[in-house]
């Protein structure tokens, strides 16, 4: 099966760090790939997408990289803030449909 | 601008009953969709529209139906709302296919609905 899988479930840092996650997928070689951000109680919210002909994509403090050699997307958030603490979802999109990642808990700690 | 609302926010069912979960967007969007989202399990795709009057079944469509009469709305139907149908119901939708894929989705807040 085309699976999308984000490694941890939950990742804690200081304020002030560089906050790094981490998307994988198999059996596959995705043309985009897409982060978003879901914080409790609401619906995600689109942040950043990167085609598979780029290495790399920044928007602000966010950074996102993809290796298509590793299978791998990484997203960062440098300068982290409390408020960057939400739920970071990596999404493959398909032919009509969005394939979720399970999602990683951000929470920076001040 | 209100993009995407949903209503409602909360809803208990009980087994049996049937009920309409509503997704109307402003933006003019031609592609909407309804995902649900499990304690797990990422978001899946039940049902899916590229325009007014065209429907098609995603991923887990079993027990729902819906319908696009307009470009604006696009609700959701529970037609014997069982157990496992418990779960947090988002719409989505952005001006077309490729454009989502190119710019992303709009998602509404979220439907939260018990079954019991």
């Known amino acids: 099966s085309q699976k999308i899988e984000q490694n941890s479930e939950a990742l804690n840092i200081q304020e002030g760090k560089t906050a790094t996650l981490t998307c994988n997928y198999t059996?596959?070689?995705?043309?985009?790939l897409q982060w978003y951000r879901q914080d409790p109680g609401r619906g995600p919210v689109f942040l950043l997408l990167?085609?598979?002909?780029?290495k790399e994509k920044r928007k602000e403090r966010l950074k996102v990289t993809f290796d298509t050699t590793l299978k791998q997307s990484l997203f960062h958030i440098t300068a982290s803030q409390p408020a960057d603490s939400a739920t970071y979802l990596c999404?493959?999109?398909?032919?009509?449909?969005?394939?979720f990642g399970t999602g990683t808990r951000l929470t920076v700690i001040p | 601008n209100a993009g995407v609302t949903q209503t409602p926010k909360f809803q208990v069912l009980k087994t049996g009953q049937s009920m309409t979960l509503q997704c109307a967007q402003d933006?003019?969007?031609?592609?909407m969709s309804w995902y649900r989202q499990d304690p797990g399990m990422g978001l899946r795709l039940i049902h899916y529209?590229?325009?007014?009057?065209?429907?098609d079944q995603g991923e887990v469509p079993n027990g729902y139906n819906v319908s696009r009469s307009t470009t604006e709305d696009f609700p959701l139907r529970l037609l014997s709302a069982a157990p496992s149908q418990t779960s947090v119901y988002f719409c989505?939708?952005?001006?077309?296919?490729?454009?989502?894929?190119?710019?992303?989705?709009?998602f509404g807040s979220g439907t939260r609905l018990t079954v019991v």
């Open positions: 989505a939708s952005s001006y077309s296919l490729t454009r989502g894929t190119n710019y992303g989705y709009t």
């Open positions: 059996n596959y070689s995705p043309a985009y």
């Open positions: 990167i085609r598979e002909n780029e």
């Open positions: 999404v493959r999109t398909g032919a009509n449909n969005l394939f």
């Open positions: 933006m003019n969007h031609e592609y």
């Open positions: 529209s590229v325009g007014a009057g065209i429907t």
